[in-house]
């Protein structure tokens, strides 16, 4: 008689544990020194910070966050503040790790972090999520500064948002310091192109990237994962290009229509309704399965860790689009690999918004702003260079797109690090 054994469950890497496994891969293959390794693969400063909230109702909660700088050696940290129920430490110390090869592999001299406070956004009153920023901002207040970590947008934060940022900051040392956030509204600072930045500049790389390898993009039919500030402009700019988008999900539903949304209506309809559920231009589906839908190219826009090995097998996407931080696990990457879908990775694709909250921060230092078109030009000059030097490094390792970007962005940053030295 025989017995059968329960067949364990698979742990999940946490999201640190995939930026770091994909550090490896591209260290291993630049025979990285041990010492200068051990530097790298981990984060520099880490905070967390316990901090009570007065709400409407006259109750105290205590709410959790955290700021962690990874590396800082080609400049200022610089990295978003999201506010969201499923922050945790790890997910930041990951987004700071894949903001510093972000801002190497497009040549802007920052270098990595990240913040977040776990929250509910939705379920606190304007005046609750003023409260909430303002006391956050006191406490990370030992890190960031103009010259030192400069925060912006990401999940379930808006230029409002960094309005208090800059403000709380500007009160704390007697003068309005602008440069201390991006993504900030123009009236205090901010730059013309920067909300829609993200997802502009993930277009340029899709463009050049489709030209690269002949891949049309009149006709594509295109599934974005997210429509909030990146995948509703994306979904509008990818329609421009000729695409057909077929596909929208957000966290509220998802919904289809294999002969096309109108991505501007949508985008109109969202604004007016808070959300995409009931657009009468498509049907509803289910969003468990809404990344195997049938498309040409597939933009997940939303958070990290959606596309697994639990579902790449399943992925009929000839092109992924990493509009999202993380969103593709390494075992994913190796399913998707061996089916020959084309993967342009985050660190290069969704890099537009740093490079424009790069501009905002050089503009508010000079006091001298730029129209939206040369906002446009400069971008896309910086992004169309980073794909071709990103597409050069895999093609002399002959290696994946996402390993020649982590190449790339890690020899910049292994540099800085040896020629600044270590201070004893």
Not at 82 to 88: E, G
Not at 239 to 258: D, K, M, S, T, Y
Request: aromatic share 6%; charged share 20%.
């Amino acid at each position: 008689m025989s017995t059968s054994r329960p067949i364990a469950t698979p742990v999940a890497d946490s999201a640190f544990d995939i930026a770091q496994k994909q550090f490896d891969i591209a260290a291993d293959l630049l025979h990285l020194d041990a010492n200068l390794r051990d530097v790298l693969r981990n984060c520099k400063r880490e905070l967390t910070v316990n901090f009570p909230v007065k709400l409407d109702d006259g109750s105290i909660r205590v709410y959790q966050g955290y700021r962690v700088q990874h590396n800082i050696a080609r400049g200022p940290a610089k990295g978003g503040l999201r506010f969201h129920p499923a922050v945790s430490l790890d997910e930041v110390r990951a987004l700071a790790m894949w903001m510093t090869w972000k801002c190497a592999v497009v040549g802007i001299p920052f270098g990595g972090a990240k913040g977040g406070v776990i929250c509910d956004p939705k379920k606190l009153s304007a005046s609750e999520l003023e409260n909430l920023t303002r006391r956050f901002v006191t406490e990370i207040s030992l890190l960031i500064g103009p010259d030192r970590d400069i925060p912006a947008p990401d999940v379930n934060t808006s230029p409002q948002i960094m309005s208090w940022v800059m403000d709380t900051y500007s009160m704390s040392v007697g003068h309005s310091v602008p440069a201390v956030v991006t993504g900030k509204p123009l009236s205090i600072g901010g730059s013309e192109g920067r909300l829609e930045a993200t997802a502009r500049g993930a277009v340029d790389v899709i463009v050049e990237a489709t030209k690269h390898h002949q891949f049309p993009l009149n006709g594509a039919r295109v599934v974005i994962q997210g429509f909030g500030n990146v995948g509703s402009p994306l979904a509008v700019f990818l329609q421009q290009q000729g695409c057909r988008i077929v596909g929208v999900a957000e966290e509220n539903g998802a919904i289809h229509n294999p002969r096309g949304i109108d991505a501007t209506r949508l985008r109109l309809y969202k604004r007016e309704t808070g959300s995409i559920v009931g657009f009468a231009g498509a049907e509803p589906v289910d969003p468990r399965g809404f990344l195997e839908l049938p498309c040409d190219i597939l933009a997940p826009a939303a958070l990290e860790g959606q596309i697994t090995q639990r579902n790449a097998d399943r992925v009929q996407a000839k092109m992924v689009v990493e509009a999202a931080n993380g969103p593709t696990t390494p075992e994913a990457d190796v399913i998707l690999g061996d089916r020959g879908v084309f993967i342009l990775p985050d660190i290069l694709c969704n890099a537009g918004g740093v490079t424009v909250s790069y501009f905002e921060w050089v503009q508010d230092l000079q006091s001298f702003f730029w129209d939206e078109d040369e906002v446009n030009a400069r971008l896309r000059k910086i992004m169309v260079r980073a794909f071709q030097n990103v597409e050069r490094v895999s093609d002399d390792h002959n290696v994946p797109l996402r390993t020649g970007a982590h190449i790339l962005a890690i020899s910049r940053v292994a540099e800085a690090t040896r020629t600044r030295g270590i201070f004893p």
